[in-house]
């Protein structure tokens, strides 16, 4: 006799297309949304948990439902995003006192001491040491770490524009403008032809936008790259902290002693 549907098992691909199909009858079968059909996010979580879900993951997902999504898009013109962009939130709030943890991370990551500063309970870092000028020779980071209603957001950002244009300047500029005379009298002077003059040239500033492209493509994706480490790091720096301060501590040792005898 075949397996009656209480008696029967699924496998995960069956439960997921069961799941799946249940919620389109449901959709189906609404007509008009009700505002007692609303479930709380314990509600959410509880279901989450007999599905097999881990609770926190619905969680983490529910703190960035609400969230615009931070895109690094690329520039047409580069190739590579201009403004690099991450941002986490982490469920509760960091305590000040790990503050320093988080700033010797920061600092490691990228070999200078910046500018941190605290404004009320939320850390600000910056790669500016002394105003716009020093600022624009090197690196352009910002980290903020702010814990507010409940989560603690981390945002790490940085600007490239001083670097795209350091490199299409010195190259195209640089390169392609130096060498622009000495195409130009060279096809001039084989080719007596001003059409052959002009597109030569163009290929010859072509060249050197593409190397420059190229370069600034591949310093971008190293950053990006070092950032996402970064966040990565401060988020679980931020999640033990408050992992930390949630776990009810040890009794004093007095206490222990007593308890003992």
């Known amino acids: 006799m075949a397996d009656t549907p209480r008696e029967r ?32 996010l314990s509600e959410v979580e509880q279901i989450a948990k007999e599905a097999g879900i881990d609770p926190r993951l619905i969680r983490r997902a529910a703190l ?17 995003p201009i403004r690099l962009v991450f941002e986490r939130v982490v469920e509760g709030e960091v305590p000040a006192e790990e503050f320093e943890a988080l700033v010797a991370e920061i600092r ?13 309970r939320s ?45 299409m300047g010195g190259i195209v500029g640089g390169g392609g403008g130096g060498t622009s005379g000495a195409v130009i009298g060279g096809s001039l002077a084989a080719f007596h032809s001003a059409p052959i003059t002009i597109g030569l ?40 902290a408050i992992s930390r301060r949630v776990t009810p501590a ?4 007095a206490l222990r002693d007593a308890a003992g005898t």
């Open 201 to 240: 040239l163009a290929c010859s500033l072509s060249a050197f936008y593409m190397l420059a492209r190229t370069i600034y493509g591949r310093i971008a994706a190293n950053h990006e790259k070092q950032l996402r480490e970064l966040i990565d790091r401060l988020e679980e720096i931020t999640q033990s």
């Open 64 to 80: 960035g439902l609400d969230q615009s999504e931070v895109t690094n898009r690329p520039s047409p013109w580069l190739g590579a």
């Open 9 to 40: 098992k699924f496998n995960d691909e069956e439960v997921a297309l069961i799941i799946k199909r249940a919620a389109e009858l449901q959709q189906t079968e609404q007509t008009e949304h009700e505002p007692g059909n609303a479930l709380s």
């Open 123 to 167: 850390l600000a870092w910056s790669s500016t040491m002394g105003g716009g000028r020093r600022r624009a020779r090197g690196r352009q980071l910002d980290v903020n770490i702010v814990p507010r209603g409940g989560v603690t957001t981390i945002r790490v950002e940085e600007e490239l524009g001083n670097v795209a244009g350091a490199l």
């Open 250 to 253: 040890d009794p004093p040792r």
């Open 108 to 120: 490691r990551t990228f070999g200078q001491n910046g500018l941190p500063s605290v404004l009320g």
